[in-house]
């Protein structure tokens, strides 16, 4: 192996143990939260009446102790609570230890899914928890892992800051301003390392053979995806509500698609 070759393969094998750290070593456990529970035989409005005063939208139900299932809080009305559980489905069952970006996907398809602790149900995550911190985390963490692998990629692909042809000049002018500054604090960095994702998203839409590399379908494509990715950064960075813009099924579409983009980022 050239020299070369292996700091290429050092530097995106660092990439993946990073990857590994938002992906693997953050659970589900840390946006979940701990279900109460009522009983099959408790009345069903008084138990609604409860969940209106606590905002929650499920409940669980016991049985002799075991928790077998949940009520919904816009079902109930009267009668008692056996009337209107709703038993686990296994689609609805992840272990304590799932990922938290297979949680996400999850939740794609469910409003709710329900933490196992060894044989038992005791947590719940819904569409609302994934406003927490921790999912912020590894959103940001992804977004960012995309933008390195893409200034490592764009290093490579074009010697000597030939990249500079798909930009306008105000923006080369941004990018040489930021890179006075920073070697001015010295800084060891190119010029390439100043680019904004802004940039890295013109410079890789408009070469067509980078482009096709990555696995993006067209330009136009492209624009869409990366115009959606910097709305949820643009929220991720200022604290503000990540739907607040998309959907949470556009929300969905724009993770899978950067899941994509950054497996054909590890192949380059």
Not at 171 to 189: D, G, P, V, Y
Request: aromatic share 8%; glycine share 4%.
């Amino acid at each position: 192996m050239t020299l070369l070759s292996k700091k290429h393969s050092d530097k995106v094998s660092s990439y993946k143990n990073l990857r590994s750290l938002y992906e693997q070593n953050i659970t589900v456990n840390s946006i979940s939260e701990t279900m109460d529970t009522c009983h099959l035989n408790d009345d069903a409005l008084h138990i609604k009446n409860l969940m209106d005063t606590k905002d929650y939208d499920v409940m669980g139900v016991e049985d002799h102790g075991v928790v077998i299932g949940y009520v919904i809080r816009n079902e109930l009305k009267e009668g008692i609570c056996q009337e209107y559980y709703r038993s686990f489905s296994p689609t609805e069952l992840v272990s304590e230890s799932t990922p938290l970006i297979d949680t996400l996907f999850f939740l794609k398809e469910k409003d709710r899914v329900f933490i196992l602790e060894g044989n038992s149900v005791t947590k719940v995550v819904t569409l609302a928890d994934l406003q927490k911190p921790p999912i912020r985390m590894l959103l940001f963490g992804l977004i960012s892992l995309l933008e390195m692998h893409l200034y490592r990629i764009i290093n490579n692909f074009f010697p000597e800051d030939t990249w500079k042809k798909h930009l306008s000049h105000h923006r080369i002018q941004i990018a040489e301003e930021l890179f006075s500054l920073r070697k001015s604090r010295n800084e060891a960095i190119q010029l390439c390392d100043c680019l904004q994702i802004c940039d890295k998203r013109d410079i890789v839409l408009n070469e067509s053979p980078l482009r096709e590399l990555l696995g993006i379908e067209s330009k136009s494509k492209g624009k869409s995806y990366f115009k959606q990715l910097e709305g949820l950064r643009n929220n991720l960075a200022h604290s503000q509500n990540l739907t607040t813009q998309n959907s949470w099924e556009e929300l969905f579409l724009v993770l899978e698609q950067t899941e994509k983009l950054l497996k054909q980022c590890e192949k380059i």
